[in-house]
């Protein structure tokens, strides 16, 4: 069983920077897909950004596309997410997940594998 634990969130201005980061555990383990996503309040869970780790190809939420990087740091198993430009419709609570199946990375009911979410705070 992997355990993704998230941290690196908080309060920020809007215009600030945050970077989230999400360990894994064990590690190594296999895995086709890292994501992040986010549930802002009195919304659903929508996915922010996706990895496919064997090619390194990305994507972006529209929203946040310029903004957000997603990366990985293969010697750790560490995602990160960093967000540039932070603006109050940011504001939610982020997942990492990981996906040890498939390789459709963008959709959240592909991953099996969940952080508990970490809390961003974006005032104006």
């Known amino acids: 069983q992997v355990q993704l634990v998230e941290s690196g969130g908080g309060s920020e201005q809007a215009g600030g920077s945050l970077r989230l980061s999400c360990a894994a555990s064990?590690?190594?383990?296999?895995?086709?897909?890292a994501g992040w996503f986010r549930q802002r309040p009195g919304q659903g869970r929508e996915t922010v950004a996706s990895?496919?780790?064997?090619?390194?190809?990305?994507a972006y939420l529209k929203a946040v596309e310029g903004r957000f990087t997603i990366s990985e740091d293969r010697a750790t198993g560490t995602l990160y997410l960093q967000m540039n430009n932070l603006l109050p419709e940011d504001t939610a609570v982020y997942y990492c997940?990981?996906?040890?199946?498939?390789?459709?990375?963008?959709?959240?009911?592909?991953?099996?594998?969940w952080g508990q979410g970490t809390q961003v705070t974006v005032s104006s």
């Open positions: 997940a990981a996906a040890t199946d498939g390789a459709a990375c963008w959709a959240a009911k592909h991953y099996n594998y």
């Open positions: 990895l496919v780790t064997g090619i390194d190809a990305t």
């Open positions: 064990p590690y190594p383990y296999t895995h086709n897909c």
